[in-house]
Structures are given as C-alpha cells and as structure tokens.
T-cell receptor, first 114, second 115 residues
Framework: SQQGEEDPQALSIQEGENATMNCSYK?????LQWYRQNSGRGLVHLIL?????REKHSGRLRVTLDTSKKSSSLLITASRAADTASYFC??????????????FGKGTLLTVNP | GAGVSQSPSNKVTEKGKDVELRCDPI?????LYWYRQSLGQGLEFLIY????????KSGLPSDRFSAERTGGSVSTLTIQRTQQEDSAVYLC?????????????FGEGSRLTVL
C-alpha cells in the first residue's frame, strides 16, 4: 500500500505562476523526501526534510512539513516550462532493525504552459 | 560509473519467458532498491538490499520474482514465466547507506513489455 499520497493528481499552470503540491502520509516518519521525474526518465532527488524540521528551502523550492497532520507541501515559485514533470513524495518506513525503505506516492503531474 | 546504470533499457518478451534485469549501483553505495512503475502510476517497492543481504523482500509480487546482489555491487532482478501484468518500468536506485537519511539515486529504468 502507498504510504504517501500526493494531491492534486494533475496540475496545469502558466509559466511564472507558483505551483503547490501536497503529500499526506499515514505512519510516523524520520524524514520526507521529494523527487521529480521527467517523462520516461528516472527519479531525481529534490529535497529532504527531517521530522523535526518545519520548513526548508532550496532555490525556487519550498517544502513544509506538519507532522501533527502527517502532511507536507512542495511549492515551486516562478515556475518555468522546464519544471514540467511528475513530482513524488517519499517517506521512510522501518524494514526491521536499522533498515529503512522509501515508499512513494502516485505523484502529481505538473504541466507548466509557456 | 558516475550514476546508476540499468540494462537492458528496453526488453520485449513473450509471455512465459524468463527475463533478467541488471542494475549497477554507484560505487560505494551499500543500499540498493528495486521499484516497479506501471504506466502513469507511482513507484511500487519490490526489494531492498543492504550489502548482499535483502532485509526486506516484502514487495516482490509473487514467487516468480527473485533478486540477488553479489559483491555488494551489481544486482539482478529475475522474473520467471513472465505474464502480461509484469509489463512495467523497473527502476533501480542506490544510496550511500540504508539509514533514514539516504537520498536515493535512480537509474533510467528497464522498460519491460510482455506480449
């Protein structure tokens, strides 16, 4: 079963606008990560936020984490056509002992129109 | 190599045949993961290796699926007696450690089509 669920499933905006994607998860986490996937390619890591952090920035990306609501959001400011991709949140889950695995949601397909 | 390498990039096979998918992780990465992604879907966890051992095989869909890792490096995912529902992109990722702070580095995937 999916640990993280993103919404919306699809988002279409104009270049220059901001894009906000949300992720909800079910169980306690140690950290949450966001990844990007261009069509037909592998995933690329964007940002990691730890459970004791509330907000993190990286360039035009801003991630927030609310552990009480078990949710996170990814904000992309001043979007560009090149930001068109699918965006996934990933949460860690204990696999026994000190082993962890990342489980991914179904992603948000972002389309930025020029 | 500089990144995670997967082969083949594309594989078309007939139902009932066996296939092997290979993953070369980034040198020095102890953790290796296999995921499956069906068209327009998220990533489905298959198996995770820490070194050569697989502490978590919980995602393997059936006993037709198996994976091994040798020398703490290359991994092979084998699907026996393939079925049409096995058609998907199989993604491999590696990370420096299997701890909670591991950023995953993904390969480009192996696209499997079962006719």
């Amino acid at each position: 079963s999916q640990q993280g669920e993103e919404d919306p499933q699809a988002l279409s905006i104009q270049e220059g606008e901001n894009a906000t994607m949300n992720c909800s998860y079910k169980t306690s986490i140690n950290n949450l990560q966001w990844y990007r996937q261009n069509s037909g390619r592998g995933l690329v890591h964007l940002i990691l936020i730890r459970s004791n952090e509330r907000e993190k920035h990286s360039g035009r990306l801003r991630v927030t984490l609310d552990t009480s609501k078990k949710s996170s959001s990814l904000l992309i400011t001043a979007s560009r056509a090149a930001d068109t991709a699918s965006y996934f949140c990933a949460t860690d889950a204990n696999s026994g002992g000190s082993n962890y695995k990342l489980t991914f949601g179904k992603g948000t397909l972002l389309t930025v129109n020029p | 190599g500089a990144g995670v390498s997967q082969s083949p990039s594309n594989k078309v096979t007939e139902k009932g045949k066996d296939v092997e998918l290979r993953c070369d992780p980034i040198s020095g990465h102890t953790a290796l993961y296999w995921y499956r992604q069906s068209l327009g879907q998220g990533l489905e966890f298959l198996i995770y290796f820490q070194g050569n051992s697989a502490p978590d095989k919980s995602g393997l869909p059936s006993d037709r699926f198996s994976a091994e890792r040798t020398g703490g490096s290359v991994s092979t995912l084998t699907i026996q007696r393939t079925q049409q529902e096995d058609s998907a992109v199989y993604l491999c990722a590696s990370s420096l450690s299997g701890g909670t702070t591991g950023e995953l580095f993904f390969g480009e995937g192996s696209r499997l089509t079962v006719l």
